[in-house]
């Protein structure tokens, strides 16, 4: 599965994303990176809507998630279990998330888990930068379960 | 302002609650009772998406922020600083979002303090519930100047 895989995946599953206009930069084990345009995600102020900040970290975390486990040949679900968010400054352009995996040991670890014991929660972290600037730093708690 | 009006004010100002099909149900200076139906909040199982839960809570709590301070002819900007949410169990149907006054005391004094020093932060609850089960709790914390 590529970014353009995903992003088919995603726009057909969950229609929201397309209303979004949610594009995959980039789809690895290792990195995703979501894009949207400012103008469908604006706020009464101009500037990106905390929900579609939000809709946007959680997604790329979820999807780095997917993109480990697909090609296990395991069946499995990922839900979404808790998330912390803080918006550090405003978001004024078409914007960019980021997930990538800091932790490699701690997601070996998870997968052992799941393997294991049929479930595992994994922690992860996205980041929306402004320019040079974090504006919006994301953590959400993931719960993976064998099908 | 009623609750269609702020339901104009949200939809023509924050395009994305009218792809998600957002309705004010209630809107007063106690309580905001948001709706959305499922279809174009779907995730890939078919049930609501967490982006479009977390949306809907967030908005919430910021109309009932809105809802108190319009009336006191002082121009305010209401930004969302951060925000916690639980996601206890799926939701599977059209679903309602409600943020109300908990704690009058606090709100008062937030007021006080805004009047004072022209900027003070609340922190508000929504919840979400599927039944009688609660499916969603979120904790958001807006910061509101004196714009």
Known sequence: MNQLDLQKY???NIPLTKAMGITVQEATKHRVILEAPLEPNMNHKKTAFGGSLHSLATLSC????????????????????????????PVTNNFKVECHLQNKEKFSHFEQTLAKHGKARIRLNAQIYEGNTLAVDYWGEFAVLRA
């Open 10 to 12: 995603i726009h057909s």
């Open 62 to 89: 979820w999807s780095l998630v997917f993109m480990n486990l697909k090609d296990k040949n395991i069946p499995v679900e990922i839900v979404i279990s808790k998330s912390e968010i803080k918006y550090l400054a």
